[in-house]
């Protein structure tokens, strides 16, 4: 069974740093890449980023551009979120979600979720 499972959230002051790993098990890791959204309370859910797989480029949206860094290790099948200086408004349950290389990273080519882990940072 394909899996991806979130894991490193918690509560953080502002200003601060968590790392945020993506988990992945049940399908071949380099046939996908990974995206990670965020849901904050009474808000829709947004992309935050996503690793281009076809140009080996990323997206970040732009609230979390220079703050926010993915990566990926192939060897451990886990893409990581390195999020610094975070804000309160960076508060949100935090997904990761797997998609075929070379498609976008949309709703419609996002094929397996994990359940989410919560961030909650502190002004």
């Known amino acids: 069974e394909a899996q991806v499972v979130e894991s490193g959230g918690g509560l953080v002051q502002a200003g601060g740093s968590l790392t945020l790993s993506c988990a992945t098990s049940?399908?071949?890791?380099?046939?996908?890449?990974i995206g990670w959204f965020r849901q904050a309370p009474g808000k829709e859910r947004e992309g935050v980023s996503c690793?281009?797989?076809?140009?080996?480029?990323?997206y970040y949206v732009d609230s979390v551009k220079g703050r926010f860094t993915i990566s990926r290790d192939n060897a451990k099948n886990t893409v990581y979120l390195q999020m610094n200086s975070l804000k309160p408004e960076d508060t949100a349950v935090y997904y990761c979600?797997?998609?075929?290389?070379?498609?976008?990273?949309?709703?419609?080519?996002?094929?397996?979720w994990g359940q989410g882990t919560l961030v909650t940072v502190s002004s």
């Open positions: 979600a797997a998609y075929v290389v070379g498609r976008q990273c949309v709703d419609r080519y996002l094929e397996v």
């Open positions: 690793e281009n797989s076809s140009d080996k480029s990323t």
């Open positions: 049940g399908f071949t890791f380099d046939d996908y890449a």
